[in-house]
């Protein structure tokens, strides 16, 4: 549904996130936790712990940006805490649009949800 600019730097917070963040809540994480800089142009994604439900959160120059998911029924693939270092994993813009479209990024398949 969305396309990435290639260029684009993307960033998975690990940890699961209390969804009721929104703006600010989420520009801490990925300030402190993270420790990147929320308007530098970068992309964070993060996950609740049931992981069927996600929020972007993007500067744009001028604001930002909340977008949510979420699934009515299955769960996003996502990397566990024991896979990559704490805080974040850096993924590549196609990586985001195939978590985003129900393909599990470690075993390279469709997870059960998308299947129509």
């Known amino acids: 549904m969305f396309n990435f600019a290639?260029?684009?730097r993307i960033?998975?917070?690990?940890?699961?996130?209390?969804?009721?963040?929104s703006?600010?809540?989420?520009?801490?994480?990925?300030?402190?936790e993270l420790e990147r800089n929320p308007?530098?142009?970068?992309?964070?994604?993060?996950?609740?712990?049931?992981r069927d439900r996600v929020k972007l959160?993007?500067?744009?120059?001028?604001?930002f940006w909340v977008l949510a998911k979420r699934l009515e029924k299955?769960?996003?693939?996502?990397?566990g805490l024991g896979e990559v270092e704490a805080g974040g994993l850096e993924?590549?813009?196609?990586a985001l649009s195939m978590l985003l479209n129900g393909i599990d990024l470690k075993a390279g398949s469709l997870r059960a949800?998308?299947?129509r």
């Not at 703006?23 to 402190?32: D, E, R, S, T, V």
């Not at 308007?39 to 993060?46: A, H, P, Q, W």
């Not at 299955?74 to 990397?79: I, R």
């Open 11 to 21: 960033y998975l917070s690990v940890e699961p996130t209390d969804m009721r963040k």
């Open 113 to 115: 949800w998308f299947c």
């Open 6 to 8: 290639s260029s684009l």
């Open 57 to 63: 959160l993007y500067w744009d120059g001028s604001g």
């Open 39 to 50: 308007m530098d142009g970068s992309l964070f994604v993060f996950a609740n712990r049931r």
């Open 23 to 32: 703006f600010n809540g989420l520009y801490a994480i990925a300030k402190h």
């Open 91 to 94: 993924i590549k813009p196609e």
């Open 74 to 79: 299955g769960t996003f693939w996502w990397p």
